[in-house]
């Protein structure tokens, strides 16, 4: 059985992909602070000109060839099974381990808030979500885009709280000068990402909707300009009305804004609205992560890359074997530091939009006359910018860890080794088929 069709709608496909970002409006973005402000605010305007960019492209990936693996599909297309299972993997990998940072940030809110977290909480939050989309993708949609749209309006309500105490002042500290350079926004460039990131994972869902080819670019549309808007109004309050100094550092930097002496010594009301906010959040951000993932793994078992057996579905069209080793791989990487699981997510991504981006040229080259639902505005230049924007992000995170890329490069030889395990089973099997009929 495959997965369900006519599922989902252009307002689902919206939902999803804000709810696959918001979290990060939330949390991590505010790291680039401490490089300065206006280097963070240049960083984030070409952020969301590659995330913009590589929506419009992906949307006519999307609408012209539905497929549930959604970037490596349109990759394996252009360039060959073994590339399009590379990128694959680097989708996989990044959105399975996004799960465990995720559950780790709603367990730190819990403890904070309400006195309770750590494991017994992580099990519970993979358990109930899990168990929510095996009940199909109609019901894990509703929760996905109920979190996601409230998570919004909580951002909306700080972006007002916020706004009267904005104060050009509050830019700037004596350590962090309100100066442009280019090195400056370099070592911004992969915080400023995480306002934007992960949103073109919507194509991963595009199996599963009702008119792929009108749904998928209006949603993606509808999606990225929300979270571009919302992105804007939390770089400009957060530091402005609360303080560089005291939002930079911070895990929980919408929360240290409105407690800042400088935004009249804290909002108690506000604040616990926003908290709540971004609990909402990260558990729609968990959802849709555990969501695309499940369905990239999907898809690569269904295409031959892995085992056939994970591509298995229930009685209601969910790869419930898909969504167990999702669950499985979170909890595992959700005792790692979440700083380093983030950077794992940038790393990959950003690698894989290279390659994506790649496929789109090679694509609109070689098939100018492929029926196209939708059209990406400014063609293969829009694709060549972003490509280039792409290539910055994957070196910046050059800069930051070299224990996170031993991790990464020791993950692709793995995945490399299961795909030539896999393939040597089934050149077994097939022998052993040829051997039977012989005889």
């Not at 950077?343 to 690698?351: E, G, N, P």
């Not at 006359?369 to 995170?397: K, N, Q």
Request: proline content about 4%.
């Amino acid at each position: 059985m495959g997965l369900a069709r006519s599922a989902v709608g252009w307002a689902q496909i919206a939902g999803l992909g804000i709810s696959l970002v918001i979290a990060g409006q939330f949390s991590g973005w505010n790291y680039g602070l401490s490089a300065g402000w206006a280097n963070m605010v240049v960083a984030t305007l070409l952020m969301a000109v590659l995330c913009f960019g590589l929506a419009l492209c992906v949307a006519e990936l999307s609408a012209a060839r539905p497929h549930a693996g959604g970037l490596y599909a349109y990759c394996q297309a252009e360039f060959g099974r073994f590339p399009g299972y590379l990128v694959g993997v680097a989708v996989f990998g990044a959105l399975a381990i996004g799960t465990g940072a995720a559950s780790t940030f709603i367990s730190a809110y819990c403890t904070h808030v309400f006195g309770f977290g750590g494991l017994p909480l992580k099990l519970l939050l993979f358990a109930v979500i899990v168990g929510i989309h095996l009940r199909g993708v109609g019901e894990a949609m509703r929760w996905m885009i109920a979190a996601g749209v409230l998570s919004v309006l909580c951002i909306g309500v700080f972006v007002l709280a916020m706004a009267p105490h904005f104060a050009t002042a509050n830019l700037v500290t004596p350590a962090i000068p309100l100066t442009v350079t280019p090195m400056g926004v370099f070592s911004c460039v992969p915080f400023a990402i995480w306002l934007f990131i992960s949103v073109e994972q919507i194509a991963a869902a595009s199996e599963e909707v009702e008119n792929p080819g009108k749904a998928i670019p209006r949603g993606m549309l509808v999606a990225i300009t929300t979270l571009l808007f919302s992105a804007v109004g939390i770089l400009l309050v957060s530091a402005g009305g609360g303080g560089i100094a005291q939002v930079a550092s911070a895990d929980d930097p919408l929360f240290a804004a409105l407690s800042s002496p400088l935004a009249g010594g804290g909002q108690p009301v506000v604040a616990k609205l926003v908290g709540l906010g971004g609990m909402l959040g990260l558990l729609a951000t968990m959802f849709s992560l555990i969501y695309s993932a499940s369905r990239q793994l999907y898809a690569l078992a269904r295409d031959g890359h892995l085992p056939s057996f994970v591509a298995r579905t229930n009685g209601r069209g969910a790869p419930h074997l898909a969504l167990l080793i999702v669950a499985g791989i979170g909890i595992l990487t959700s005792s790692v530091e979440p700083q380093r699981i983030l950077l794992c997510v940038v790393l990959s991504l950003t690698a894989s939009y290279i390659v994506l981006l790649a496929a789109f040229i090679r694509q609109r080259t070689l098939e100018p006359d492929l029926h196209r639902p939708f059209r990406a505005w400014g063609g293969r230049g829009t694709a060549l910018i972003c490509m280039a924007l792409a290539c910055l992000v994957f070196a910046a995170c050059f800069q930051l860890d070299t224990v996170v890329l031993t991790a990464v490069a020791l993950f692709f030889i793995l995945a490399v080794v299961v795909r030539i395990l896999c393939r040597g089973a089934k050149s077994v099997a097939a022998a052993s088929e040829e051997g039977l009929a012989d005889v």
